[in-house]
């Protein structure tokens, strides 16, 4: 039994069997095998080498000979690699040597190769280690492709483990079976806390080294609401967990039960919930759990989770199916949101140095008009169907906003000119996640209908930390004096313009922010399903007198660390199970 | 069969030495014979007809290689390599050539 302590970033208890999933960029875990598996992980070897020469030979072939026929030259030499039995020797020896999965007798192999041709002082030869990694690549994309194909095809329950999951592989789950979520890095706002949270399983990130300390099959315990993993527990240990487990499901249940009941405060503020959702099949929970529509629909899933671009067909029935739950509520869809993590690094020939502040978001779509504009004609084509609104994302000037409206205007003549029914008057919103868009908010309230503001890029644009970092992520704090003066500056420009305006970032799931928020004036907010029963129970709880003393109080504070403990203490004494 | 053992010694005479492409040249040429080729320099004795082993000699310009080949085409495996060495120099310039450009 071994138990590792991590970072807590959605609730509940998981025990299951281990599911190790590996990212081709990082470093392969060493993972023993059973003496009786290495005939196996040895076939698994030379499979993967049989498919990489057949890959590369296609390759090759349609390499043609010009420009001194280099490329087709570096592919020559990486096939040559590729057939030499004293390579493929090497590694197989070492499975059966030491008994490791083919994967980290590869990499190892390979990178001990690399290392010899880094040492040697000639330039020109020590550049050849990026030859060797390449090989390396290939070989693991062919070892790791058919693991990543068994995510999606899951016929157990199973807890993941990772170094760090990406947006395209959790994608690609079958979220039936996957029961909780662990992984070495991460912070609260990574990825796969967001995951995880949206549908609902608990998940505990920066674990470290987890993914070497535990093999694949391993039973696992994933506490999301302690920090806590424990590999290979003691029958003790499950049985305790098992009691909690049951605890903690009692409690989901009893707040379940206000479900019914609407979010008001006790002096009767009446407040809006809505849900943020990334499929549309989350549309259902949204409703289970008491939300009145969707405030953040996040549409770039449509290109996560599929090998070519979705049609305008598939981007209309999605919408179709989320607004068809909803009917005649609210369901914001916000525009692809794609760079930066996501999708279009992959998709880069040099992926970008600083993909945060680079091509992501709306910049890529003014970028990339064919795409916009076909996700634009199907949001506009859906939106006779209920009540649906457009929101632009990451605008950093009025100029984006303008020429994003410029080209909704495009797409609604060509809908027009082809007798296409829309909402000729559907709500225009954008979301204030930049501290440019914050600080202009007053301007940019005069051209649109609603501001949204996305706190999790705000905190780490305003605080300049990489939320996804673990070496910095504890500087990452929406608690920060600096990103609370810039929220309030935008939910006072919203008042003033009298614009509609709703939190949606990972804030406004959190229960320690929503005395703050209410206090601040927001009458909206958005956010992951699973925990909609607990923030209405607070809501309901509350005065808002209690929310205003709450800001005041704040506003005096100068230290993040001040602010973020005095808004635990006021939260633990009106809903002291949360904690 | 008779046994045949041949050996001599190349100098790499190429600008840029025996990096990734020449490598693959020389093992095509080995591997178009029976015999077992052995290469070595100073340290290390490595098969000719491993592009994984040959690689990793790291020969740079101006090393002196030590061709080993045992077999019944020893002798005309032994002269082809050389050819390819030292007369050819796998096509691409040596240092003196480089400079004219």
Redesign the interface.
Known sequence: MEIKKGIAVSPGIAIAKSLIIDSEDYRIPRRSIMPSQWMMEVQRTRNAFKNAISELTQLESVQDATEGGKIK??F??HL??LH????RK?ITDLVHSELVTAEYAVSTTMRK?AS??AK?E?A??SE?AA?IYDIERRLLRQLLGSRREDVEHLTEEVAVVTRELSPTQTAGFNKKFVKGIASDAGGRTSHAAIVARSLGIPAVVALEDLTETISGGDTVIIDGNRGIVIVNPDRETINQYKEYSLEFAKLEHRLDAIREKPAITRDGVKITLLGNIEFPDEAEMVLQKGGEGIGLYRTEFLYLNRPSEPTEDDHYQAYAETVDVFKHRPVIIRTVDLGADKYTQRKRFAPEPNPFLGLRSIRFCLQNLMMFKTQLHAILRASVLGEVKIMFPLITNLQELMQAKMILRDVMEDLDEDSIAYNKNIRIGIMIETPSAALTASTLARDIDFFSIGTNDLTQYTLAVDRGNELVSTLYSEADPAVLRLIRTVIQDAHKAQIDLHVCGEMASDPEYIMLLLGMGVKTISLTPPMLPEIKQIIRSVTMEDCNKVVRKILAMNSERQIASFLRDATRKILPEAF | MEKVVCETKVDIKNA??L???P??QF??VANRFECDITVSNDENSV?GK????M??L?A?YGTKLKIRAEGADAQQAVNALRKLVEEEHFDEPTPSEQKKR
């Open positions: 030259d570096i020559a030499v040559r690699f030499d039995r004293s390579l090497k190769i010899e041709f040697v000639d020109y030869m050849r030859d | 840029d030495g990096h990734m492409r490598a693959m093992v095509d098969d491993s592009i994984m082993q690689s990793m790291a740079t």
